[in-house]
């Protein structure tokens, strides 16, 4: 429960550092825009021949009397455009990043450095990162591709397809929607699509946390659009704690406190016994003669003294 609400709070925390860093928004606005235009276009092509498709792929129902005709290519055209509408909360996040590839490197960069002071770098061109980040996105797609088929398959299961398999849809998407997301701070510490999975397969509440809220809300309109940057930056918060960084860097500033002397530059006081060295001794009193005094003129012999 405590990574699930964890993941909710990067999401949160990336929204907030967007909207302090107002010109970060400002620029990542646009791929969003771009995406959304794009596949507003196939969602309405998709919404004016879900029927016909279905139509096609059923000729054996052609025969059946009304009702049933159209009750049941009519709940065929229903999944299909769920089913698309599942594949475009998936594939908007991989082809937005890919047409702003640049800027939510650059934003992810910055969000290292403004809580790390330093951003790993992964040394490649603009051209490999692309293909990298293509080819993992298409083999993410596959997977999704393959766990849609089946929950829509499974849809079909009176009372449990439509309670139980929708929530798993969302999780399914979560989780990869989060894929995708981290990806941006992952590629650049060089870790491969493999290792990324393992890494989240480690933290599946984290990541659920993180994902099932944002595939919620990449269901209304726009709202995608404006959410991306936020998603970028939160995901690059929860990939330092995922890989520990945070801890790391807090560690290492602790063991420099105590190697420094204090911040105005004196130098360090050291109490008598520290570092294992016995502190001195004064003389003992009864070691050495009375000192001369007005009752004493001359020096007297202590008789304690061995």
Same mark, same amino acid.
């Given at each position: &429960?405590?990574?699930?609400?964890?993941?909710?709070?990067?999401?949160?925390?990336?929204?907030?550092?967007?909207?302090?860093?107002?010109?970060?928004?400002?620029?990542?606005?646009?791929?969003?825009?771009?995406?959304?235009?794009?596949?507003?276009?196939? %969602?309405?092509?998709?919404?004016?021949?879900?029927?016909?498709?279905?139509? /096609?792929?059923?000729?054996?129902?052609?025969? /059946? =009397?009304?009702? /049933?005709?159209?009750? @049941?290519?009519?709940?065929? $055209? *229903?999944?299909? @455009?769920?089913?698309?509408?599942?594949?475009?909360?998936?594939? @908007?996040?991989? !082809?937005?990043?890919?047409?702003?590839?640049?800027?939510?490197?650059?934003?992810? #960069?910055?969000?290292?450095?403004?809580?790390?002071?330093?951003?790993?770098? =992964?040394?490649? =061109? %603009?051209?490999?990162?692309?293909?990298?980040?293509?080819?993992?996105?298409?083999?993410?797609?596959?997977?999704?591709? %393959?766990?849609?088929?089946?929950?829509?398959?499974?849809?079909?299961?009176?009372?449990?397809?439509? $309670?139980?398999?929708?929530?798993?849809?969302?999780?399914?998407?979560?989780?990869? +929607?989060?894929?995708?997301? $981290?990806?941006?701070?992952?590629?650049?510490?060089?870790?491969?699509?493999?290792?990324?999975?393992?890494?989240?397969?480690?933290?599946?509440? &984290?990541?659920?946390?993180?994902?099932?809220?944002?595939?919620?809300?990449?269901?209304?309109? %726009?709202?995608? !659009?404006?959410? &991306?940057?936020?998603?970028?930056?939160?995901?690059?918060? &929860?990939?330092? #704690? +995922?890989?520990?960084?945070?801890? #790391?860097?807090?560690?290492?500033?602790?063991?420099?406190?105590?190697?420094?002397?204090? *911040?105005?530059?004196?130098?360090?006081?050291? /109490?008598?016994?520290?570092?294992?060295?016995?502190?001195?001794?004064?003389?003992?009193?009864? $070691?050495?003669?009375?000192?001369?005094?007005?009752?004493?003129?001359?020096?007297?012999?202590?008789?304690?003294?061995?």
């Amino acid at each position: &429960m405590r990574d699930l609400a964890g993941g909710f709070g990067h999401l949160l925390a990336g929204q907030r550092w967007v909207f302090r860093h107002g010109r970060w928004l400002g620029f990542g606005l646009l791929p969003g825009l771009l995406a959304l235009v794009l596949y507003a276009g196939a %969602l309405i092509g998709l919404g004016y021949g879900a029927d016909d498709l279905t139509a /096609w792929a059923t000729p054996f129902a052609d025969d /059946w =009397s009304a009702p /049933w005709l159209g009750l @049941f290519r009519g709940f065929l $055209t *229903a999944l299909v @455009f769920c089913l698309g509408l599942f594949v475009a909360v998936i594939t @908007f996040t991989a !082809v937005t990043l890919l047409i702003g590839q640049p800027f939510y490197e650059s934003l992810s #960069e910055q969000v290292d450095r403004s809580v790390g002071g330093e951003a790993p770098e =992964s040394g490649l =061109s %603009l051209a490999r990162e692309l293909w990298i980040s293509a080819r993992d996105s298409v083999k993410v797609l596959v997977r999704v591709l %393959l766990y849609g088929v089946l929950l829509f398959a499974l849809g079909f299961i009176p009372v449990v397809g439509q $309670t139980v398999i929708p929530a798993i849809g969302f999780c399914v998407s979560g989780y990869f +929607l989060t894929e995708e997301l $981290t990806a941006v701070a992952l590629q650049r510490r060089e870790v491969e699509l493999k290792d990324r999975l393992a890494l989240l397969r480690g933290r599946r509440a &984290m990541v659920l946390g993180f994902g099932v809220p944002l595939v919620l809300a990449f269901l209304v309109p %726009l709202v995608a !659009v404006f959410l &991306m940057p936020g998603a970028v930056a939160g995901a690059t918060l &929860m990939v330092r #704690e +995922l890989r520990g960084e945070d801890e #790391e860097r807090a560690d290492g500033d602790g063991d420099g406190d105590r190697a420094e002397g204090p *911040a105005d530059g004196t130098a360090r006081q050291e /109490w008598p016994g520290q570092h294992g060295h016995p502190a001195p001794q004064q003389p003992a009193p009864y $070691t050495g003669p009375y000192a001369a005094g007005p009752r004493h003129p001359a020096p007297q012999q202590n008789p304690y003294a061995q």
